[in-house]
């Protein structure tokens, strides 16, 4: 059985940013709890979804048959792996279900702290 503790470096080797650029958990700190048996177990911080309202809009996306979340990010994005930034905008809690409806319109936002440019 592999130990998971083997998993995680210490945090004296920890790179400054563990997260890939494109991850919704990149700029969380590692946090390290010590159980009752003095085993130390690293964790990520907890992050906080930004509420839809402090997010610039894009646009809105219209659900079609067969779409997923991460085939509209690719779409919009271009980058597959951007559709928590989809589930993030819409609330959603469980993000399959935001596809499960044709035509359910999608908002789309840029990410979080960029404004919406000027027209």
């Given at each position: 059985?592999?130990?998971?503790?083997?998993?995680?470096?210490?945090?004296?080797?920890?790179?400054?940013?563990?997260?890939d650029?494109?991850?919704?958990?990149?700029?969380?700190?590692?946090?390290?709890?010590?159980?009752?048996d003095?085993?130390?177990?690293t964790?990520?911080?907890?992050?906080?979804?930004?509420g839809?309202?402090?997010?610039?809009?894009?646009?809105?996306?219209?659900?079609?048959d067969?779409?997923?979340l991460?085939?509209?990010a690719?779409?919009q994005?271009?980058?597959?792996?951007?559709?928590?930034?989809i589930?993030d905008?819409?609330?959603?809690?469980?993000?399959?279900?935001l596809?499960?409806r044709?035509?359910?319109?999608?908002?789309?936002?840029?990410?979080e702290?960029?404004?919406?440019?000027?027209?």
């Amino acid at each position: 059985m592999i130990d998971p503790r083997t998993l995680v470096p210490s945090l004296q080797d920890l790179r400054t940013e563990v997260f890939d650029e494109l991850s919704r958990y990149r700029g969380l700190p590692l946090l390290i709890w010590t159980d009752d048996d003095g085993v130390e177990h690293t964790y990520v911080d907890r992050r906080f979804v930004p509420g839809p309202e402090s997010l610039s809009a894009a646009g809105v996306v219209a659900v079609n048959d067969q779409d997923r979340l991460d085939n509209i990010a690719a779409v919009q994005f271009g980058e597959a792996t951007l559709w928590w930034r989809i589930a993030d905008a819409n609330r959603a809690l469980q993000p399959d279900e935001l596809t499960r409806r044709l035509g359910r319109r999608l908002l789309i936002t840029f990410a979080e702290g960029t404004p919406a440019p000027r027209r």
